[in-house]
């Protein structure tokens, strides 16, 4: 509705400007040569409102769709050895190595992993997910057109476009549901098992880590790339078991392009105008995913007694960075620009460091911190990302989980 306000604004002024001047309009009856068109293009379909303003310029004013169509992509879905066709691959035939430490997954105590790897045994060992990738694009249009020459049939056009930032999504197709929901299976496994391996048992022999599967497969995602310190980003699926993006550019677009123009019928009713030009984005565009996380990519180090350290992601896997990463850094720099915001978490990280040993010496070792707001998805999640980070320079072990981001996406 505000697109469409400023489209009638527009308008508004180009017929004010018309007015202001009696004579133009009694002398070329401009109003009579105004002209309603339709166009097709890279930009979609669309309609245009033409008027002349004097001998050699033209406003135009319109509005462009683009219809909804699909195209379908893959994506590597990666882990620490390469392609997730060989963790499935291993997987779906892990029966023999599980036996090998007496692990039945039959015993009523495996329960959950039976699931999780009958679920590997149903799917296809490939390396990539199908992702269907559609626009978005549907845009005002605002334009100057200047016709030099006096035969009217070339045209120097310059304006902008303005529409919503989002211009294209996509999201994986519903055949790749069942690879999503096996691989989320396994992270969330995978997550714990250095530290509580298959119900107490690890799948390696003492000095031979390298050999296990967890180990040497680790998370299962889409890798974005590092960042700054060398820790990798990793997309996983949605706990609606699916991967999706979103393509965002500047709202406003400015143009700069040529026409022909020429008329089809004899009494001149009829025209035809071809644009060519430059549609800038004002910088590159931006691509926005779901259930980013920023993880240890660091070498696997065990202890002397073969017990997990560091490295494999574990680390700082549930650093959480936004149900969509677009909103964190706005959001958070809004909230923590008022400085009750600081306050309050140095404060309240004050006081819980100083009773976390009391916790210790009684011999707990979890402790759960909860904070709350209104919707569970801005000031809650700035303020626990930040104490966490608070902890974890403190060398203590983090978890973060936002639980009213997640219920969002399983309502997707």
């Known amino acids: 509705m505000?697109?469409?306000?400023?489209?009638?604004?527009?308008?508004?002024?180009?017929?004010?400007?018309?007015?202001?001047?009696?004579?133009?309009?009694?002398?070329?009856?401009?109003?009579?040569?105004?002209?309603?068109?339709?166009?097709?293009?890279?930009l979609g379909f669309g309609i245009d409102v033409a008027v002349p303003v004097g001998d050699y310029v033209r406003i135009r004013a319109g509005y462009n769709y683009m219809p909804r169509f699909s195209i379908n992509s893959n994506f590597n879905v990666e882990t620490r050895s390469g392609g997730v066709g060989k963790l499935i691959e291993?997987?779906?035939k892990i029966d023999e190595k599980l036996a090998e430490?007496?692990?039945?997954?039959?015993?009523?105590?495996?329960?959950?992993?039976?699931?999780?790897?009958?679920?590997?045994?149903?799917?296809?060992?490939?390396?990539?997910?199908?992702?269907?990738?559609?626009?978005?694009?549907?845009?005002?249009?605002?334009?100057?057109?200047?016709?030099?020459?006096?035969?009217?049939?070339?045209?120097?056009?310059?304006?902008?476009?303005?529409?919503?930032a989002a211009v294209a999504d996509a999201i994986s197709?519903?055949?790749?549901?069942?690879?999503?929901?096996?691989?989320?299976?396994?992270?969330d496994i995978y997550r714990e098992y250095p530290m509580k391996g298959i119900n107490g048992t690890w799948l390696h022999q003492p000095g031979k880590a390298a050999d296990d599967p967890f180990?040497?497969?680790?998370?299962?995602?889409?890798?974005?790339?590092?960042?700054?310190?060398?820790?990798?980003?990793?997309?996983?699926?949605?706990?609606?078991?699916?991967?999706?993006?979103?393509m965002r550019v500047s709202k406003v677009r400015p143009y700069l392009g040529v026409g022909y123009n020429t008329h089809l019928s004899k009494d001149k009713r009829w025209k035809l105008n071809v644009d060519a030009g430059v549609l800038f984005l004002c910088g590159a565009p931006s691509v926005y995913v779901d259930n980013v996380y920023k993880f240890d990519a660091s070498p696997l180090v065990l202890d002397e007694n073969d017990f997990y350290v560091s490295g494999i992601g574990v680390d700082s896997y549930d650093k959480y960075y936004g149900e969509m990463v677009r909103n964190n850094k706005k959001v958070i720099e809004y909230i923590f620009r008022n400085e009750l915001a600081g306050r309050f978490v140095d404060s309240t990280h004050i006081l819980l460091r100083s009773i976390i040993p009391g916790y210790i010496n009684e011999g707990k070792y979890h402790i759960n911190i909860a904070f709350?707001?209104?919707?569970?998805?801005?000031?809650?999640?700035?303020?626990?990302?930040a104490m966490a980070e608070r902890f974890?320079?403190?060398?203590?072990?983090?978890?973060?989980n936002h639980r009213d981001l997640d219920l969002q996406n399983k309502k997707r």
């Open 2 to 42: 505000k697109k469409f306000s400023i489209f009638l604004l527009m308008l508004s002024m180009a017929a004010s400007m018309l007015a202001q001047n009696k004579s133009v309009l009694n002398e070329k009856n401009i109003l009579n040569h105004m002209d309603v068109g339709v166009n097709v293009g890279t």
């Open 215 to 246: 180990y040497k497969y680790g998370m299962a995602g889409f890798s974005l790339g590092t960042f700054k310190d060398g820790d990798k980003a990793m997309m996983v699926p949605g706990a609606d078991n699916r991967a999706r993006g979103e």
């Open 372 to 385: 709350g707001c209104t919707g569970g998805h801005h000031r809650s999640v700035a303020i626990a990302n």
């Open 173 to 187: 197709l519903d055949k790749e549901s069942l690879l999503l929901e096996a691989i989320n299976a396994y992270n």
């Open 90 to 92: 291993k997987v779906g």
């Open 101 to 164: 430490f007496g692990i039945d997954l039959n015993n009523k105590a495996y329960a959950e992993y039976k699931e999780m790897f009958d679920k590997f045994s149903q799917i296809e060992a490939k390396d990539y997910v199908t992702l269907g990738m559609k626009p978005t694009l549907h845009q005002f249009k605002f334009m100057v057109d200047v016709l030099p020459f006096k035969n009217k049939h070339w045209s120097f056009t310059a304006g902008f476009y303005a529409g919503p």
């Open 392 to 400: 974890r320079r403190d060398g203590m072990r983090v978890r973060v």
